[in-house]
C-alpha cells in the first residue's frame, strides 16, 4: 500500500468518509489493470468501504459487479453492503445478532444458523465460500469485510480465527479488538494492544485501538484515552463526529459532563444521524438531569437512525419488562 492510499486509511479509520471519498474520486479507478497497477485494488476497496461506512449500501452493490471476473476483494465488500442493506431495512424487527450469539443456549460467541435469517444464511454461505480459498484466507482485503459479516451474523467465534490468520495485519488487529472488547474480555483486547505497541505503536489505527483498550481498562487510563482522542483531532484534517465522540464519552467518564456535551453537540451538527454520537447524549442528558422531553426526542431519534442499537434494544427490553410487571400488579 502506497504512502498516500495509506494516509486515507487512517482519515477513514478516524471517521472521515466523505475526505476519503472525494480525494479517490478525483484519481482514475475505473481501470482494471491491477497488476499493472497494485495501489489500484486497495484504492478500490478504501472507496467502497467509505460508501459503506455512510450507509450508501445499494450504490455499492449496484456497482460492483457480481462476477467472475470480479477480484474477491471487491465480492466480499459486495457481500458486506448486501447483509447491511438487509439488516438496515429490516430494522427493529431483527435483533442484534451479536447480542445473541452472547447468549445463545450452548453455543457461546456463535449464534446458530438456523436463528439467521435466508438473505443471512445466503450472505453466510457466500463468505463461506469465499474462505474455501486458502489464498484468501490470507488476503487483509478480504478479510476485513468477511470477519465483519460474521461478526454481525453472531459468528464471533469464527470472525476471531478468520482474523488471527493475519496477527500482523493493523487492521486485523483492530476488529479483533473491537470483538474482544464486546464479548468483555478486556484483558485479551489488553494483550493484543500491547503486541501492537512492538511493531506499530506510531500509527493512528494504533493509537486509536489504544483508546478504545483504555476506556474499557478505566480509572487512570479515561484520561489517557482523552488525551489519544484530542491527539488524533488534531492530526484529522476536519474534527469527525467519530473522534468528538470518543472525547465525549472519555469526558464522561472522567465526570466532566458540560466538556462531553459540547463535544457530543458538536458531533450531531456535523453528522445528526450518527448513532454514537446519539446514544452519548442519550447519557449525557441523563446524567445532567435534562427534562424528560430533551432526552426522550435523542432516544428516538436514535430509533429511527439505529432500530438494533444496543442503548435502544436494552431500554426497550426494560420497557417490555416494566409493562409486564405493572400488568401483572394491576391483576
Given at each position: 500500500?502506497?504512502?498516500?492510499?495509506?494516509?486515507?486509511?487512517?482519515?477513514?479509520?478516524?471517521?472521515?468518509?466523505?475526505?476519503?471519498?472525494?480525494?479517490?474520486?478525483?484519481?482514475?479507478?475505473?481501470?482494471?489493470?491491477?497488476?499493472?497497477?497494485?495501489?489500484?485494488?486497495?484504492?478500490?476497496?478504501?472507496?467502497?468501504?467509505?460508501?459503506?461506512?455512510?450507509?450508501?449500501?445499494?450504490?455499492?452493490?449496484?456497482?460492483?459487479?457480481?462476477?467472475?471476473?470480479?477480484?474477491?476483494?471487491?465480492?466480499?465488500?459486495?457481500?458486506?453492503?448486501?447483509?447491511?442493506?438487509?439488516?438496515?431495512?429490516?430494522?427493529?424487527a431483527l435483533p442484534s445478532r451479536p447480542a445473541l450469539a452472547l447468549t445463545a443456549t450452548g453455543t457461546p460467541l456463535q449464534l446458530p444458523a438456523?436463528?439467521?435469517?435466508?438473505k443471512e444464511r445466503e450472505v453466510l454461505e457466500a463468505v463461506q465460500t469465499l474462505l474455501a480459498e486458502p489464498v484468501n484466507r490470507l488476503n487483509?482485503?478480504?478479510?476485513?469485510?468477511?470477519?465483519?459479516?460474521?461478526?454481525?451474523?453472531?459468528?464471533?467465534?469464527?470472525?476471531?480465527?478468520?482474523?488471527?490468520?493475519?496477527?500482523?495485519?493493523?487492521?486485523?488487529?483492530?476488529?479483533?479488538?473491537?470483538?474482544?472488547?464486546?464479548?468483555?474480555?478486556?484483558?485479551?483486547?489488553?494483550?493484543?494492544?500491547?503486541?501492537?505497541?512492538?511493531?506499530?505503536?506510531?500509527?493512528?489505527?494504533?493509537?486509536?485501538?489504544?483508546?478504545?483498550?483504555?476506556?474499557?481498562?478505566?480509572?487512570?487510563?479515561?484520561?489517557?484515552?482523552?488525551?489519544?482522542?484530542?491527539?488524533?483531532?488534531?492530526?484529522?484534517?476536519?474534527?469527525?463526529?467519530?473522534?468528538?465522540?470518543?472525547?465525549?464519552?472519555?469526558?464522561?467518564?472522567?465526570?466532566?459532563?458540560?466538556?462531553?456535551?459540547?463535544?457530543?453537540?458538536?458531533?450531531?451538527?456535523?453528522?445528526?444521524?450518527?448513532?454514537?454520537?446519539?446514544?452519548?447524549?442519550?447519557?449525557?442528558?441523563?446524567?445532567?438531569?435534562?427534562?424528560?422531553?430533551?432526552?426522550?426526542?435523542?432516544?428516538?431519534?436514535?430509533?429511527?437512525?439505529?432500530?438494533?442499537?444496543?442503548?435502544?434494544?436494552?431500554?426497550?427490553?426494560?420497557?417490555?419488562?416494566?409493562?409486564?410487571?405493572?400488568?401483572?400488579?394491576?391483576?
Amino acid at each position: 500500500m502506497s504512502d498516500s492510499t495509506l494516509a486515507l486509511r487512517n482519515q477513514f479509520h478516524l471517521g472521515a468518509y466523505q475526505h476519503v471519498i472525494n480525494q479517490l474520486s478525483s484519481r482514475n479507478l475505473s481501470s482494471r489493470n491491477y497488476e499493472q497497477d497494485p495501489d489500484l485494488l486497495d484504492q478500490k476497496c478504501l472507496l467502497y468501504r467509505a460508501y459503506v461506512a455512510q450507509g450508501k449500501f445499494n450504490l455499492v452493490i449496484t456497482d460492483i459487479e457480481d462476477g467472475a471476473n470480479t477480484p474477491a476483494e471487491l465480492l466480499a465488500l459486495r457481500m458486506w453492503a448486501l447483509l447491511l442493506q438487509f439488516q438496515t431495512k429490516a430494522g427493529a424487527a431483527l435483533p442484534s445478532r451479536p447480542a445473541l450469539a452472547l447468549t445463545a443456549t450452548g453455543t457461546p460467541l456463535q449464534l446458530p444458523a438456523e436463528k439467521l435469517e435466508a438473505k443471512e444464511r445466503e450472505v453466510l454461505e457466500a463468505v463461506q465460500t469465499l474462505l474455501a480459498e486458502p489464498v484468501n484466507r490470507l488476503n487483509s482485503r478480504i478479510i476485513i469485510p468477511v470477519a465483519s459479516i460474521l461478526y454481525r451474523l453472531g459468528q464471533l467465534e469464527e470472525a476471531l480465527r478468520v482474523l488471527a490468520h493475519r496477527p500482523k495485519d493493523l487492521e486485523c488487529v483492530a476488529l479483533t479488538v473491537q470483538t474482544l472488547l464486546f464479548i468483555n474480555r478486556v484483558d485479551l483486547a489488553q494483550r493484543e494492544m500491547d503486541g501492537v505497541k512492538t511493531w506499530s505503536e506510531d500509527d493512528q489505527l494504533a493509537l486509536l485501538l489504544e483508546g478504545w483498550v483504555n476506556l474499557r481498562l478505566g480509572g487512570a487510563k479515561y484520561r489517557e484515552a482523552l488525551y489519544i482522542f484530542e491527539e488524533l483531532a488534531q492530526a484529522a484534517p476536519v474534527p469527525t463526529s467519530k473522534l468528538l465522540s470518543c472525547q465525549a464519552v472519555a469526558n464522561l467518564h472522567l465526570g466532566r459532563l458540560p466538556e462531553a456535551e459540547s463535544l457530543l453537540l458538536e458531533a450531531l451538527a456535523k453528522d445528526g444521524d450518527d448513532a454514537e454520537a446519539l446514544a452519548n447524549m442519550v447519557v449525557c442528558a441523563t446524567l445532567l438531569q435534562k427534562p424528560a422531553d430533551v432526552r426522550a426526542r435523542f432516544l428516538n431519534q436514535l430509533r429511527d437512525v439505529a432500530p438494533q442499537h444496543p442503548l435502544v434494544e436494552s431500554v426497550t427490553q426494560k420497557e417490555a419488562l416494566f409493562d409486564q410487571c405493572a400488568q401483572a400488579i394491576a391483576h
